[in-house]
């Protein structure tokens, strides 16, 4: 039985919430809906649920289309109870989108980073190379799979700061076997 994928975590109005999808369960959820690919498809749970299921919630685990809790558009509300696999599709584009911008930004970082090393490299009259400056700047997905590592290995929350290093050190690792 493979392991329940969280896809995304959206939130609706408190007046629309929908029911969540847990045997027996029937709850109204609104501000954080987790949309689950399990063996019997996509489901609907709130957080308690999403707990005694499956033993860890949105805050443990990242979701794979939504960075935050998302709130939903009226029709995608009905979208998420009429066809959910298209809403995830909408998301997925999104998140890809967002994905992209944010590698964009980083490159043009890096960029402007490494000119300005070359710059003081030349001004302080070294000729040696400048080294890399943006060591603790990741990729958003290289980081949060470098903090996925961290916290199933360690058992904490990667996000703490006295896990950066740790962090760090994974996702040299992650970004080793990307090249």
């Given at each position: 039985m493979p392991e329940p994928t969280l896809l995304a975590v959206v939130e609706v109005e408190q007046k629309q919430r929908i029911r969540c999808q847990a045997p027996g369960c029937n709850h109204g959820v609104y501000r954080a809906i987790r949309v689950i690919q399990a063996d019997e498809g996509l489901k609907l749970y709130g957080s308690q649920c999403c707990g005694k299921l499956f033993g860890w919630t949105s805050k443990q685990r990242a979701a794979a289309y939504t960075t935050t809790d998302r709130r939903l558009t009226a029709e995608e509300r009905a979208q998420l109870e009429s066809n959910t696999e298209s809403l995830l599709q909408k998301l997925k584009v999104e998140?890809?989108?967002?994905?992209?911008?944010?590698?964009?930004?980083?490159?043009?970082?890096?960029?402007?980073?490494e000119q300005r090393a070359q710059a003081s490299a030349i001004g302080s009259g070294k000729n040696r190379p400048a080294k890399r400056m943006l060591g603790t700047v990741l990729d958003p997905e290289v980081e949060?799979?470098?903090?996925?590592?961290?916290?199933?290995?360690?058992?904490?929350?990667?996000?703490?700061p006295g896990w950066r290093g740790l962090v760090l050190q994974a996702a040299k690792k992650i970004e080793g076997e990307n090249d």
């Amino acid at each position: 039985m493979p392991e329940p994928t969280l896809l995304a975590v959206v939130e609706v109005e408190q007046k629309q919430r929908i029911r969540c999808q847990a045997p027996g369960c029937n709850h109204g959820v609104y501000r954080a809906i987790r949309v689950i690919q399990a063996d019997e498809g996509l489901k609907l749970y709130g957080s308690q649920c999403c707990g005694k299921l499956f033993g860890w919630t949105s805050k443990q685990r990242a979701a794979a289309y939504t960075t935050t809790d998302r709130r939903l558009t009226a029709e995608e509300r009905a979208q998420l109870e009429s066809n959910t696999e298209s809403l995830l599709q909408k998301l997925k584009v999104e998140h890809e989108q967002r994905q992209e911008e944010s590698r964009q930004k980083l490159r043009a970082l890096k960029a402007v980073f490494e000119q300005r090393a070359q710059a003081s490299a030349i001004g302080s009259g070294k000729n040696r190379p400048a080294k890399r400056m943006l060591g603790t700047v990741l990729d958003p997905e290289v980081e949060r799979q470098a903090k996925k590592i961290v916290s199933e290995r360690y058992q904490v929350d990667a996000d703490l700061p006295g896990w950066r290093g740790l962090v760090l050190q994974a996702a040299k690792k992650i970004e080793g076997e990307n090249d």
